[in-house]
């Protein structure tokens, strides 16, 4: 499964992170950018309340990938979601738009703007959850 936005500096690589580190044991993650952006700090900060380490991923674009055998894309803006189209006009690869908010337009505390990257963290980590039918340990 990819993950797609715009810089791959944020939101694609957060759930990229999730998916590995919930389901990496049964489904490939990977992440690209419509165009390469810099490390974001409150990305790494959010997904280390987690546990996550996300301090080493280096943000790359499509033309980055090693592979481009994806059973699915899920793009993050809209963006990403016409490159991804064009980058799977000859492919038989579901593409699916998750509307996903930018957190780097947050404005405010560093508090505020830590509780935004925090929402988009958890909405990805829930729509993860859902594509994948996810139950915790004990759940019928």
């Given at each position: ?63 980055d990938l090693e592979d481009s055998n994806f059973d699915l894309i899920v793009t993050l803006s809209p963006e990403a979601h016409h490159k991804a189209l ?55």
């Amino acid at each position: 499964m990819l993950f797609a936005c715009s810089q791959n500096a944020v939101r694609s690589p957060m759930a990229e992170a999730l998916g590995k580190h919930y389901f990496g044991k049964r489904v490939y993650f990977a992440s690209a950018g419509t165009r390469r952006g810099e490390k974001d700090a409150f990305a790494i900060a959010v997904m280390d309340e987690l546990g996550i380490d996300m301090s080493k991923h280096k943000p790359h674009t499509f033309e980055d990938l090693e592979d481009s055998n994806f059973d699915l894309i899920v793009t993050l803006s809209p963006e990403a979601h016409h490159k991804a189209l064009e980058f799977t006009r000859h492919f038989a690869v579901d593409v699916v738009y998750w509307p996903t908010i930018d957190p780097t337009a947050t404005e405010g505390s560093r508090d505020h703007i830590l509780d935004a990257y925090r929402q988009v963290r958890d909405g990805l980590l829930k729509r993860i959850e859902d594509l994948l039918d996810y139950r915790p340990m004990g759940s019928v």
